[in-house]
């Protein structure tokens, strides 16, 4: 069985990943490529690492695109709003990697925004797409809001923690190193090579967008509420983000009550991984896969939880097909890797 | 249809990626792990970025082989040719990517290496696997020397030229950039991150032992003597081998003789392909292509061919199950990536 | 005035730079060079990027010391213990940059590194080497600890926080990213360039060494008990350590409390700046500057402090030398670089 | 002695470190910074790794300039013409680090420009600023046209050849690898760290700017026509360069004749190395040295020199210092760091 699709915003780096999956994958073709400044270019220019680089970008507009079975939109933020709400009236399937739907309420966009949502009344329509919590929804949906990269780092190591009741979710603490494709493919000079080569930085700090959406991950899961200390960094890597969450432990945890709650919840998952040494990011780049290693430090009663991704394929591409195998329901592990690449 | 497979020395990094590319393949299934140091280990333990980490590294001694189609050798200089000989006595498929039976003499094994070859009589016995310059006696062969990174780099970006005699092969100059697993998993102190990173330095100046294959490809390809100064360097990166090739033009040619001498080569080739830009490593890791990209500088009658792979997939890996592919008749790009990965 | 000095461990990283800081420094002569493996050679073949490449290595051995002013100490852990005893009981200065000497008592020694100190009854004769927080008693010293990287960046954005008590230093999260010559120059695969290069990990989670150093610091700058979860982070780059600290504050603390406390203590130091944007290790590396930023989240209440230091110059070379410019009387800041490298 | 001092151009990445070098320096005090687009800005926001960072940026006009007795120029390719004019009007010492004033002809600033030089009557006035090649015209000029990185490296190792008659300067081969900051700290694409980090790439190819200023550097230096084919490589690293020099020797030349050719040239220079191993750029990065290391493939008849320098210094700042240094009559090393940065 095949799907056709269309790709908005293939001319980042999250939208030329979306192309490579997609042109490797048993079910889906992709029939349309869209790009705002690179429109007319060749895909072969914008990406060169890319086969098939003789097919041409469109634009991004909703009415240059032909009849497909899904649209993926990795359009800027604040972008997607109007292309979204367009496609979803038409009918088709979406999975939109942007920011614009994922808030599950006007307020909680607000908040992380600093201002209101366009068209909060159409929030309610759209799944947040991270499939190890939320995949019924996901198999159901029509259209899908992919998470954040450093959302979907560190729910994985939350949410079941949370859930079981092992850590006190009113004082999480995450400290996230990102390789520097999170930042996308902007011209900004703190993102020259000059700038970022040899040197570590913490931005965002106490108020980075993607925290109230970790926090909303975490309230949706448990109906609590929950309050993240966020701290990301810039590491001079292309790819890759590891995530340290710290939060005190409920009385009379142990690190077995730790280990056991995030084995029962990913046991089964065919891209979730349990281990018991750090994880290193460089184990999952280029893999769908996430790596979690728990650790409890006795004395100060505090849980440490690592996690690992690739920012760009579990992050953004890759779990945007996940979200679409899904949605059409096909083999979950459709067209994904799970093999990465070392060194 | 389906072959079973065994590789041997599967603990480096071009051991590593072969098993990576035979798990994704279609025609392929790894049936045993040979390692020596590791041996006993988990292959997750070894290369943690693959899936099926449980599998186990068994010896790599010929005796403990199960019976397989074809036997993949990843062994340091010299490791191979006793095992080498044995399976080919005893039948089997091989495919060496180290270079114990890549010369197709002992004097220049001598040459080379700086030794004499243990048993020049086989010698005879292997066909050089680099497929674009001899596809057809690999399609005929059951045992095959898989060339080295900077022959495949060197040797696609010069025969073509030679071949037309548009370049004088008496004096051609070449200087490779690569990337450090070019030089393996070994543990060296000058491949430490504090003693690679931020720099850059030749290596092996006059006397790398991949100069008397970059002149033998060109003269078993000619039937002419070639003379060719090789100065390698080692660049601050994982993957990827850049050539420059400069060698003077015979009277008369011009920058399109050069250029139809390389398309008339290979516009019909599904992992080369010639480009009118400078080709970046990058445009090709992750994938079994290869760039190429020639110049003309008509001040100095000096031709200029830059050539990019990845050194460890059309370097290796990759170019070995190329030649898997058509010593089983299938198709040649079965399981090959043609797209690469950027960022 | 000028003083005679002599380096014992010259040969690692540590010691590479104090060699290079102690020949531009207008108070100090390098008179004697000594190493254990690399005894005998030449300084130029084991530091290529120094001057006076000719200088020979002695040994480490006490009893082959010339008779010199001061002796700096830079080698491996637990190797620094006989050593230290015997040039304390000859009347020399020492300013050891190892651990043997660092803590303050046989329990701690014991719970950093797991065995017991094996002279417990000298550690009282060291003072610990933080100018900046023990100046005084550096002043008077002829025998100086001088601090590990990690508590140095750490101390000194915790210690004026919690003696302000505008913390809660029992509960005190520290999250650092350290380069890889922190390490040091031992031959360790996962030291290799690619084992480290475009990758992350935390490392030592719940137990590394550096936190009782961490603690005890705090508690003797505040007579009070601390509590840290230290979990340190290996960054692919040569140098720099950024600390993430975070910690609850006292209720009512506002940020400007926070800036208050440390503005207080740093704003006439030489070598430590308070600044209001996240610091860069970039911008300290190659000087002896420590960079300290701090956030207040007020949402869930918890201070994030930002502190940034070269590790191989404040937090270790550079630092011992200052230290070493206390003990002679002679102007803090001479000899150390104010101004670093970038790019 | 003390100079006065003024840095146009001081926001660029060697502006910057001309004001780290003069900064500590004995003989010159930075009086003035000009910048053009960071104008009114403070030192310390465009390079924050500097001291004294609260000084702040005026105009790069001639006319808001302080009288100073020398002003080093640091801006873009063509914008030196007027000012440089203007200042040798005033009488004012001038190094200019720009291509404006370099060439000896009207002809050759074509050729390497591609257009017309606005002023081709002033460029007698000026002397090629390379000490070790012309130190007499040096030291008697007011006006000095410091030379650009690439030729720097490259005719410190060909020169001394060429002037001996042993290698053939009509069939010069320079394959050079820089780092990144050698691009300067313009806003592009292809200098972002997601099109750099990980790869290698060749540009300018057959066409590059500094390939006339080579030539011109032999010629001018041997008084005979040379001919030069120049492949510049990017590599991913900051700083740094490494020039691989191929050319045939003249027949009968033996290594002897070539390493004394360079020996007694560089014999009694302060900056200048020769050295019997591959120079790494890591050994000079961080000082005004030079390292060179000659060999000779006798199989082919051709002389390999590999010749290092960091580009920020010995390429740029730190020259435009010696020069300065020569026009004042101080000690030519007056300032200028001799040993580098190591990891």
């Known amino acids: ?35 705002h400044s690179r429109e007319g270019e060749a895909l072969g220019d914008v990406h060169p690492q890319l086969s098939g680089g003789l097919r041409q970008f469109g634009s991004n507009d909703v009415e240059d695109l032909p009849d497909v079975d899904i649209v993926f939109l990795g359009l800027p933020h604040g972008s997607s709003t109007d292309v979204g709400i367009a496609l979803a009236e038409s009918g088709a399937r979406v999975v939109d990697l942007g920011s614009d739907f994922r808030m599950d309420s006007a307020a909680r966009y607000q908040a992380a925004y600093g201002s209101g949502h366009p068209r909060p009344d ?23 809001a992919s998470p954040g990269c450093y959302p979907t780092s560190a729910l994985l190591a939350t949410v079941p923690l949370c859930s079981a009741g092992v850590i006190r979710q009113d004082a999480i603490t995450i400290n996230a190193l990102s390789g520097v494709s999170g930042a996308g493919r902007a011209l900004r000079e703190d993102l020259l090579f000059g700038s970022v080569d040899e040197g570590v930085r913490a931005y965002g700090v106490t108020k980075h967008r993607h925290r109230p959406e970790i ?27 590891l995530s340290t969450v710290t939060a005190p432990v409920v ?18 998952e065919p891209f979730v991984e349990v281990i018991d ?14 790596l979690i290693s728990p650790y409890l430090d006795e004395r100060t009663g505090m849980a440490v939880v690592l996690s690992a991704i690739d920012n760009l394929i579990k992050g953004a591409a890759g779990q945007a097909v996940q979200a679409a195998n899904l ?17």
Chains 1, 2, 3, 4 share one sequence.
């Open 122 to 144: 159409v929030l309610a329509d759209w799944v947040y797409g991270l499939p190890e919590l939320f995949r019924d929804d996901i198999a159901g949906a029509r259209l899908v």
């Open 215 to 241: 926090e909303m991950g975490i309230e949706e899961a448990t109906g609590s509420r929950a309050l993240v200390t966020f701290t990301p960094h810039l590491v001079p890597m292309q790819r890759g983000i």
């Open 1 to 35: 069985m095949t799907f056709s699709a269309a790709v908005l915003g293939a001319s980042g780096y999250a939208g030329g990943e979306i192309v490579r999956l997609l042109d490797e994958h048993p079910n889906f073709v992709v029939e349309y490529l869209g790009a």
């Open 327 to 343: 949605m059409f329901g096909i083999d979950e592990t459709a067209g994904l890797p799970v093999a990465g690449w070392m060194p």
């Open 251 to 268: 009385d009379g945890t142990t690190l077995g009550d730790i280990r056991s709650a995030l084995a029962d919840k990913y046991d089964s």
């Open 277 to 290: 040494l750090p994880p290193q990011t460089r184990w999952v780049v280029g893999s769908n896969r996430a």
